[in-house]
């Protein structure tokens, strides 16, 4: 993430997939919840479609650890859930509070898959 003049942010997404190739998103996102900054909409849909309100998504940040080293995002309906982590690879006692954390919350978490890192 990076901020931009505007007030709003820069996303950039990456994935390596199983080959080894690396797929990337780009998107910005606009704080919708000034008081926590943690509710944003995200679009990574091209700018010339950015008035249309379907293009944009929820993107909530709902736990963070106390090191600011993993992040849970969701949306309003739960639908989703990603952990974002700033490292590849997790400390295990500190993934298990963040999952402990999720599950207080009432998430699935069945459904989470792990993406194996080299």
Same mark, same amino acid.
Request: aromatic fraction near 10%.
């Given at each position: ?28 996102? &606009?704080? #919708? @919840?000034?008081? $926590?900054?943690?509710? !944003?909409?995200? +679009?990574? /849909? ?41 490292? &590849?690879? #997790? @400390?295990?006692? $500190?993934?298990?509070? !963040?999952?402990? +954390?999720? /599950? ?15």
């Amino acid at each position: 993430y990076a901020t931009r003049p505007d007030g709003r942010l820069d996303v950039t997404n990456r994935c390596r997939r199983a080959d080894g190739t690396v797929t990337e998103a780009r998107g910005v996102a &606009k704080v #919708v @919840d000034t008081t $926590t900054r943690a509710k !944003l909409k995200v +679009r990574f /849909a091209p700018a010339i479609l950015s008035w249309l309100p379907m293009v944009w998504g929820d993107y909530w940040v709902i736990d963070l650890d106390p090191n600011y080293q993993l992040a849970a995002v969701s949306d309003a309906k739960r639908e989703y859930l990603w952990v974002l982590s700033r490292q &590849k690879k #997790v @400390d295990a006692p $500190t993934y298990q509070a !963040l999952l402990a +954390r999720l /599950a207080a919350q009432g998430f699935d978490l069945q459904r989470l898959e792990l993406s194996p890192q080299p």
